[in-house]
């Protein structure tokens, strides 16, 4: 697993460090190989994502447009990406519930979608990624 600097200055810029930030997020997107995965772009966030210090909705609208656009670029949907408050963040429930869902219900050829999460340290400590399936089983790859 790659991921670029222009996906890491677009996590830094929006990680939660301070007590009003709120949650930021976005999608991934790059290229997926057999053997390696390549994160090249980080959308997000957007006006009209619902954000507050303990959540992030994004509008999927939004985010459907941005997949047929980098699509047509010739670049894969690769997952999601938000940020937490907390050093050294971790999945909540609600978000494996919420990549789980994406993957069982998109028409894809992927083998899942990448999870990221985006704490307030540095990575590679402040940046959860894992590889989701649809099926409970996920491969960190931090």
């Not at 222009?6 to 190989?33: I, K």
Request: hydrophobic share 30%.
């Amino acid at each position: 697993m790659q991921v670029e600097a222009g996906p890491l200055s677009v996590f830094a810029a929006h990680r939660q460090t301070r007590l009003f930030h709120r949650e930021a997020g976005g999608q991934l997107f790059g290229r997926a190989g057999r053997k390696r995965w390549k994160v090249t772009h980080a959308t997000g966030p957007n006006r009209r994502d619902r954000r507050c210090r303990l959540r992030f909705v994004p509008d999927r609208g939004r985010e459907q447009r941005e997949i047929a656009a980098f699509y047509a670029r010739g670049l894969d949907y690769l997952g999601d990406w938000h940020t937490h408050p907390e050093n050294t963040p971790s999945p909540s429930p609600r978000d494996l519930a919420s990549i789980e869902d994406i993957v069982r219900r998109s028409a894809h050829e992927m083998p899942g979608f990448l999870l990221c999460i985006v704490g307030r340290d540095e990575p590679p400590d402040g940046l959860w990624l894992s590889l989701h399936r649809g099926s409970g089983q996920d491969l960190r790859a931090r």
